[in-house]
């Protein structure tokens, strides 16, 4: 571990361990963002003036940061830097010798013509773990292919099965492989170190947008491989439990759970009508779903009569698995959303907050809901950076006047 001299509370599991985050846009970001809220040092190498790419992805004539790339860049430091000059890819050398990780996500044989593929950053630095993030994985047919969230979805068939029965698919409302692959990567990085603890010397770890999507497959996958049948479009609902799906009430939606039969009676319980349980419709689980839709109709009847937070009120006091449909603003307003920590502080850069998705993973019962650092302008921390790890003051003015780094003026 190379502990670095702005190293993270001490507390977090990951305080001193310095990654080089050397991707960009979201699935590479999300995975350092991971790792900078468990307590990792991270820092963006972008390039200049541009920087990541997702920078740009704003209204038109709006100067300020997308929230987008805010949300999933906080906590890191970014050096914007030339890695196509000899002297850029010297710097990053030097940057890699004294760091635990580095990840990427350039096209197939992009870094390794730029001498930094992971057999030359190993031979710096053998305790390197190096993380790529690819389109369609790093073998086969279409490795040299770029990968994109929405392309993935369609090709893995989550798209396919997305959407109401009847009506053209959909995309989900999320960046489903982008974000999942972040996730893996990062616990791909774990599992590495966890083994370099052991070994003392570091590997490579790849996944892709294509196996993170794919990752999502596990009932679609079990359908298929054993009736050989695609499964299709069922909206809210479930191929294999009914009632499991959104329902419509006076005001809106509930989600309602009936996955096992002690569930089913309770529901029947809570809509006044026990007498469903001995309907032949609904006797069992896979009669329910081969009723589904005349189950819907017959519950929708019932749950027409009031409105959400009522019969939520009366699903949760029997024991009924329910729920709302928030949208996104219900859902991060909500006093639990918060209770867990998913909603912080982040300082905006002018003194104030302002606010931000926190970690999903809480360690030792400590919800850590302190203000992290605003995502770095291009080459904000480049000058920083660079004499943490060594660099002169000198040397750095050269390498600025040559061209190779730029450092943000505020």
Known sequence: MNTPPTASPPHLPLAGVRVIEAAQIMAGPVCGL??????????????????????????????????????????????????????????????????????????????????????????????????????????GPLADKGGFDLILQAFSGLISVTGEPGRPP?????????????????????????????????????????????????????????????????????????????????????????ANQNAWVRICEVLGHPEWQQDARFETPPLRVQHSRELQELIEAVLASDDVSTWCARFDAAGVPAGPVNTPGQALEHEQTKAVGMVIDVDNGMGGTTRGLGSPVVLNGTISRHATSIAPKVGQHSREVLSEFGFGDEEIERLERDGVIHQDTP
């Open 170 to 258: 959909v995309k989900p409302g999320v960046s489903i492989a982008d974000i999942n692959a972040g996730i893996l990567c990062a616990f791909g990085i774990l599992a590495a170190y966890i083994q370099r603890l052991r070994s003392g010397r570091g590997q490579k770890v790849e996944t892709s947008l294509l196996q993170a999507a794919m990752q999502q497959t596990y009932w679609l996958a079990a359908t298929y491989f054993s009736t050989g049948a695609n499964t299709q479009p069922l909206g809210t609902a479930h191929a294999l439990i009914a009632p499991y799906q959104v329902f419509q009430c006076k005001d809106g939606g509930v989600a309602v759970g009936g």
């Open 34 to 139: 991971m790792l900078a809220d468990l307590g990792a040092t991270v820092i963006k190498v972008e390039k200049f003036p541009a920087g990541d790419d997702a920078r740009h992805y704003q209204k038109p004539g709006d100067p300020a940061l997308p929230p987008s790339f805010r949300m999933i860049n906080r906590g890191k430091r970014s050096i914007a830097l030339d890695i196509r000059t000899k002297a850029g890819q010297e710097v990053m050398y030097r940057l890699v010798r004294q760091s635990d990780v580095i990840t990427e996500n350039f096209r197939r044989g992009v870094m390794d013509k730029l001498g930094l593929g992971f057999e030359k950053l190993h031979e710096v630095n053998p305790s390197l773990i190096y993380a790529v993030v690819s389109g369609y994985g790093r073998e």
